[in-house]
């Protein structure tokens, strides 16, 4: 393909080329009117709609981009977050991770102090001293790797820890994003003029990548792709417009993004490369030299996710970890596939990295520079992206930016629309979660109490009195620390959430809910021994009765119910005499709607007093009827499933949970 638009093609040049509008006529034709072909675009749920196809009028029509490659980095670097507690131990993980092929480490330390609370605590690697952090670098400072702070509010205090250390401080990043912690805290975390003073002495002192805005913490409030891009300029702005003319070069050079690396393979590559362009635009409008690289950090998302058929994990992190290497990401973290459920071993750790070395290795993805540059359908969707998520951008500004937008409720109104409808579309069955909301695993075997809580203490103060001059806070950290200052003596300073409360924006999983509702199930058979039995009664129409087993049998199976599948009954009689001596908790009719008027009352008197019952199928007008006749609950295709599932549990369970 020529890497030029306007020069035509020679490959395939014996072939006459379709016109954009001879291929609509002919999609038109083929499904029958216009009504059809619309129904072949793509409603994405994430601020856009996807085309069919593309072809090379819609490319040459794009401002945006050329075809040339938007990033000429071809070696991302392989990024292991460190989950040890103690900095020795993550010393030793470290370690490990540089002999087996590891770049570069995510360090998570996150230390929270609330209003009217005496003390803080600490989240995370345990590093409240200088002591602590040379611990943690002990034995490897001359190593070439770098190290990722995701420490928060608090980055300014590990900054000047880096710089008093022997580790260089240009191999450190710090994820330094004050505008996120009001949305997730519902707080400012200093006054406004001191964030911004904040971030002109930051400028002033780091040779390091800094101003971070942390776009992987949107992307798990439930924020669409365009809404995610949207907020990360409207918090690069904010950094920019923090500081004096002068210091906007290098705040610019000190700055970067975090992104989470979606499931949406082909919009994904696109939200990356998109980001860049977005990039060069606001730096115009800053009078910066576009042509300034922009440092992208990508990790997989915990978004789809789930405690349920783990190793589906692994399959889903490689398509994230594929796009956001295509898209451009310079560092990639892939998270092991068991970290929601345990703390991660070896082998999962290990995995992640392989992930990693294979597309490196054996996939070659390091041999090109934006291989999706030039293709009709990527180019197009980075250039919709991208436009829409400016005009998001610009919404945020002419609020007044984005502090006073999550004042004003703009940003957290946007985002919980955007929310509702993914947690539809899961809930539903629309977006599918292979293990968990279909397709479930129910011999498999889950952890009686799954999660992997953050090591949290609290911060050690010591004799240190930490009184810094006005707007020499930062400068004189390193000071501090040299001094033996612990990280309690000087967070006040650096961390003293304001008293006004804003609405916040909360974090969601996809599947959390379906794996608590297995989790129940699970707890109730250890409590009681027995696992609640479900038996499916197919009767009539061989078609309509085989669907309905097949659809009962998936959705009732995500709540972890052991399910009977008999080869089916041609009336109510027959499957009353094969069904007998079944002793269950749930029968469930499965059979056509137009056989359903007749059945119903059979079904009800002979399995009434058995145990309860399901209909497969919407009831549209009839329930009422139908529940008269005995119907406990409906199942069917777009019907909130945890909401019978959680229903049914409730009816199954009471006892035994009061008791």
Partial sequence: MSADPTEPDQLFSEFSPLSKSQWDELITEQVKGKEGREKLNWQTLEGFTVPPYCTREDWVQLKTTTGKPLYDNRNWRCTEPVFDADPYQANRSVKIGLQSGVETFLIRSIA???????????AGIQIQSLDDFNTLIKGIEDEQFELIFDTGL??????????????????????????????????????????RSFIRQITEVSSSKIFCANT???????????????????????????????????????????????????????????????????????????NRPLTILAETTG?????????????????????????????????????????????S????????????????????????????YIETLTD???????????????????????????????IGKSKEGKEKAYHT???????????????EALPESPGTPVFTTSLKESAYNFRPGKNKELS????????????????????????????????????????????????????????????????????????????????????GFEINRPPGFETIEQAVDGLKNQEVDLFVLCSSDHEYDELIALFCQAFKNRGLLVLAGKPGKKEEVWRKEGIDHFIGKGMNLPQVLIAVQNKLFRETEES
């Fill in 112 to 122: 929270m102090k609330g209003e009217g609370v005496l003390g803080s605590d600490l």
């Fill in 154 to 195: 608090a980055s300014p205090a590990f900054l000047a820890m880096v710089q008093c250390s022997a580790f260089k401080p240009e191999r450190a990043l710090f994820c330094y994003d004050p505008f996120s912690f009001v949305a997730r805290y519902g707080r400012l975390p200093l006054p406004e003029k001191k964030i």
């Fill in 216 to 290: 992987y913490f949107w992307h798990h409030s439930g924020a669409t792709i365009v809404q995610e891009l949207g907020i990360t300029l409207a918090v690069l702005s904010e950094f920019l417009a923090s500081v004096e003319t002068k210091q906007r070069r290098k705040t610019a050079g000190l700055s970067f993004v975090k992104m989470a690396a979606g499931p949406l393979y082909f919009p994904e590559i696109a939200k990356f490369r998109a980001i860049r362009l977005l990039w060069s635009q606001l730096l115009e409008a800053y009078e910066i030299e576009s």
């Fill in 303 to 347: 978004l789809n996710k789930t405690v349920t058929d783990p190793n589906n994990n692994m399959l889903r992190s490689v398509t994230e970890a594929m796009a956001a290497i295509t898209g451009g990401a310079d560092y990639l973290a892939v998270q092991p596939f068991n970290s929601l459920s345990e703390e991660p071993d070896e082998f």
């Fill in 349 to 376: 750790k290990r995995i992640s990295r392989n992930v990693q070395h294979i597309l490196r290795e054996e996939a070659h993805f390091d041999k090109t520079a934006d291989p999706a540059a030039g293709s009709y």
């Fill in 384 to 414: 919709t992206i991208g436009r829409k998520a400016w005009d998001f951008f610009r919404q945020i500004e002419k609020e007044g930016g984005i502090i006073t937008a999550l004042k004003n409720g703009l940003i957290q109104n946007e």
């Fill in 429 to 443: 069955g629309d977006r599918v979660l292979v293990g968990t909301n279909n397709y479930p695993n129910t011999r």
């Fill in 476 to 559: 004189e950290l390193k000071q501090a620390f040299r001094k033996d200052a612990l990280l309690g003596d000087v967070l006040s300073t650096i961390l003293e959430p304001q008293r006004v409360h804003y609405r916040t924006v909360e974090e969601y999983r996809a599947g959390q809910i379906f794996d608590e509702i297995r989790l129940r199930t699970e707890n109730y058979c250890r409590k009681t021994g027995f696992r609640p039995k479900v038996q499916l009664v197919p009767v009539g129409d061989r078609k309509w009765r085989n669907a309905r087993v097949y659809y009962a049998q998936n959705s009732l199976g995500c709540g």
